[in-house]
């Protein structure tokens, strides 16, 4: 991707119910059409993540959370800042998931400058099922406060 | 009496789970018990009612890793049934597209999960802090792989080309030919990988294996062959069930695979590279001799060698199937349903993986039988916990348990990942 993109990554898995709430965040900015901001959606596998976050100046990075909190919280992680909490995000196939490739990425130095992940709490994780209604709430609030953010840093930044 | 208990407590996680008990009694191995929960069983109840054409994307869902091995054996078992054979376009693609696969998951192993064992690292993060060049080396070397699963099945993971009879569609050589380049770097760092992990310092082991793999005529092998073993089996992919037997174990949901009457075997890369040595090209088997490899090694801390000249040989073999390719008349062949049984074996990057499926006439899946190479090989990794470690019992518990750690991510098991994440508990008794 060019450098200076803005880049959001949805992570989660379509069909298993609440994971799939990353996706179905980048899905809604995706219709938003910000200039200057791309729009992706994984599985959550590091190294992908790891080649998705390649060049990008700054990234939004949604997944779903199992922290024991109510299902639907938001949780706001700079990453650039810090290393992520421990807690379980969304299921990734073969456990080198998110926390890992922000991590990875760290230490090669590619991580963007501006790297934020929000963690959205689920409630069930069955086949086929759909978002819980408070996960779709949340989802809703956190493509908004994206959105903000992104409007933010693309005008203060002039990236795109 | 003195006992000592090593015990690695696996994470929950939805893709499965697997743990590690080790009980040492009076200065040997009393017991080693590996747990793993099994997905295919829950998959081989999913396929049975679906139609024959729906089971390569069905399967592949079963491991985010090894898809194309999913695929392979589900679309080779399915044409068996139905009395069909695929033309050599079709047959070199997919040859091709297992080379992705096994470059994808084995730079993975080799990179992330495995090396840190030699180098006394965590994990892959502690390694890419004090060499983020060899890191980003391995990366490079499986996003080459991941370039040309995307290419041919249309997506990095979870590919979706694939169909009974052939492809939905197929590559120009144009798009072969560009790909070829990165190909051809990556030959360059696979090279140097196995000059890298050839220098790493492997705990003396040495195991008296049964070794089974897959052995075409002339070519080492992927989608086709029969399988063999290093004590004198030699049958056609029809007669597994004949020959090889699941059984229930207590402390285990996953079912230990043996050979009737022979006991515990070993699949991946140790079995196909003893089996097939003489069919690696010959930088492939060249570079082994470079780094002193015999024809045969049974120490399995050495797999990691054996697993970089395996990349090394699949970007060999990606680039000789490239250079060769000629497009096909037709994406795929005709196909007709009809009653009857098949069976496929091909060699997933972890081993030999079979697939049965009975057919109705109108070609609903009335049973189905997946045998993955990790239930095939917890037998001999239990083995290896009583053979090798019980010979390093000198050891203190965090060396101890590293080492037994170690020796199951020898084989780049599907619960590999879990365990460099593992919470881990010892307890003397």
């Known amino acids: 991707m060019p450098t200076g993109q ?37 599985g959550g596998e590091a190294a992908g993540l790891l080649d998705g976050l390649s060049g990008a100046q700054a990234a939004y990075l949604i997944d779903a959370a199992r922290s024991g909190r109510l299902p639907g919280t938001i949780s706001r992680f700079d990453a650039a800042a810090m290393e992520l909490p421990r807690i379980a995000f969304g299921c990734s196939t073969h456990g080198l998931g998110l926390a890992e490739a922000i991590e990875l990425a760290r230490a090669l130095g590619q991580l963007p400058h501006r790297c934020v992940v929000y963690a959205i709490e689920g409630r069930a994780y069955d086949i086929g099922a759909p978002l819980s209604p408070e996960v779709a709430t949340a989802a809703e609030a956190v493509a908004r406060m994206i959105a903000d953010e992104m409007r933010g840093f693309v005008r203060d930044e002039g990236a795109g | 009496m003195a006992r000592r208990t090593i015990k690695v407590d696996a994470l929950a996680r939805v893709e499965g789970e697997g743990a590690l008990h080790v009980t040492v009694r009076d200065g040997a191995v ?43 054996s589900a679309v080779h078992a399915m044409e068996d049934a139905l009395g069909v054979s695929i033309p050599q376009p079709l047959r070199d693609l997919r040859r091709l597209l297992y080379c992705a696969e096994w470059i994808e998951s084995h730079a993975l192993h080799i990179y992330m999960l495995h090396a840190p064992d030699f180098l006394g690292f965590e994990g892959a993060i502690d390694m890419a802090r004090a060499h983020p060049g060899v890191v980003a080396r391995g990366l490079a070397l499986k996003k080459t792989g991941n370039d040309l699963m995307a290419l041919l099945g249309g997506r990095e993971v979870h590919p979706i080309n694939v169909r009974v009879g052939g492809f939905y569609k197929v590559p120009r050589r144009r798009d072969l030919a560009a790909i070829a380049e990165g190909l051809k770097r990556a030959r360059d760092v696979a090279l140097e990988t196995v000059k890298w992990v050839a220098g790493f310092d492997f705990p003396e082991c040495e195991r008296d294996y049964q070794l089974v793999a897959l052995c075409p005529a002339a070519e080492y092998p992927f989608n086709e062959g029969r399988i063999v073993s290093s004590r004198g089996l030699d049958i056609a992919a029809r007669d597994y069930d004949e020959h090889f037997e699941e059984e229930h174990v207590a402390h285990s949901t996953a079912l230990h695979a043996h050979i009737r009457g022979r006991g515990a075997y070993l699949v991946g890369p140790l079995a196909r590279y003893a089996l097939n040595f003489d069919k690696l090209s010959p930088l492939a088997r060249a570079t082994a001799r470079d780094i002193g490899l015999d024809r045969v090694c049974r120490n399995p801390y050495r797999s990691i060698m054996v697993r970089a000249i395996e990349v090394l040989y699949a970007c060999d073999e990606a680039l000789r199937l490239i250079e060769s390719y000629a497009e096909p008349d037709a994406p795929c062949v005709a196909l007709s349903p009809r009653a009857g049984v098949g069976h496929g074996c091909t060699e997933a990057p972890r081993g030999m993986l079979y697939h049965r499926y009975q057919l109705a006439a109108d070609g609903t899946i009335i049973s189905a039988r997946i045998v993955p190479p990790t239930s095939q090989n917890q ?48 307890n003397r008794v």
């Open chain 1, 6 to 42: 803005c880049l959001v990554i949805g992570i989660g898995n379509a069909d298993r119910g609440d994971d799939a709430v990353g996706r179905v965040v980048a899905r809604k900015l995706s219709t938003r059409r910000i200039p200057g901001v791309r729009v992706l959606e994984q």
């Open chain 2, 30 to 72: 009393e017991r080693a018990e590996l747990r793993f929960y099994e997905p295919p069983r829950f998959f081989e109840a999913l396929l049975r009612g679906r139609a024959y054409t729906e089971a390569p994307d069905i399967a592949a869902r079963i491991c985010g890793i090894c898809p194309v091995a999913y695929q392979m």
């Open chain 2, 379 to 426: 037998a001999s990794i239990e083995e290896d916990l009583t053979i090798c470690v019980g010979a390093w019992l000198d050891l203190p518990d965090d060396a101890l348990r590293h080492r037994c750690e170690q020796t199951v991510r020898n084989y780049d098991p599907c619960i590999s990942c879990a365990t460099h994440f593992l919470r881990v508990d010892m």
